[in-house]
C-alpha cells in the first residue's frame, strides 16, 4: 500500500517560494522550496496569530511568518528566538520530480486546528510539534 500521496511537480513550487495544499475540513498545508530544490511542508498557520505562512518570504531554511516577521524553521517547524512556538511539519517526498507527502499526516496532523484563533495559537499546536 502507497502511504504518499502526491502532490505536484516540483516546478510547481517557485523557488524561494510556496504553494499551499488545501485539505477538506482542516487548514492548509504550505509547500516550500529552497534555493537548493529542497522541499518542506508545514501548517499554513504561523503559531503567534495564525498568519499564512505561505505568504511569507523563504531564506535559506526558514520562512517570516507575513504578519509579524516570526521566523520558523523549515525543517523542525520551530520558531526562532526569541520567539516561542512551533507549527506542525509533514514528511516530504521528491521522486522523479513529483512532491508527496504522506497519506496519514495529511488526514491527521492539524486537522483541530481548523479555524484561526485570536491570539496566540502556539499553545493548540504544542502536542503535534513534539513529534
Given at each position: 500500500m502507497n502511504d504518499w500521496t502526491e502532490i505536484?511537480?516540483?516546478?510547481?513550487?517557485?523557488v524561494l517560494g510556496s504553494r499551499r495544499v488545501q485539505r477538506v475540513d482542516a487548514p492548509?498545508?504550505?509547500l516550500f522550496r529552497t534555493r537548493d530544490?529542497?522541499?518542506?511542508?508545514l501548517l499554513?498557520?504561523?503559531?503567534?496569530k495564525g498568519g499564512p505562512?505561505?505568504?511569507?518570504?523563504?531564506?535559506?531554511?526558514?520562512?517570516?511568518?507575513?504578519?509579524?516577521?516570526q521566523i520558523v524553521g523549515l525543517a523542525d517547524g520551530r520558531v526562532q528566538?526569541?520567539?516561542?512556538?512551533?507549527?506542525?511539519?509533514?514528511?516530504?517526498?521528491?521522486?522523479?520530480?513529483?512532491?508527496?507527502?504522506r497519506r496519514g499526516e495529511l488526514e491527521e496532523l492539524g486537522v483541530e486546528l481548523a479555524a484561526p484563533v485570536a491570539g496566540?495559537?502556539?499553545r493548540l499546536a504544542?502536542?503535534?510539534?513534539s513529534r
Open positions: 505536484c511537480p516540483l516546478d510547481d513550487i517557485p492548509a498545508v504550505a530544490d529542497r522541499v518542506f511542508a499554513d498557520r504561523c503559531p503567534h505562512l505561505s505568504q511569507g518570504l523563504v531564506h535559506g531554511e526558514a520562512v517570516s511568518c507575513p504578519l509579524h516577521g528566538a526569541p520567539d516561542e512556538g512551533c507549527v506542525p511539519r509533514f514528511e516530504v517526498q521528491v521522486l522523479d520530480g513529483i512532491v508527496s507527502l496566540p495559537a502556539w504544542r502536542a503535534a510539534c
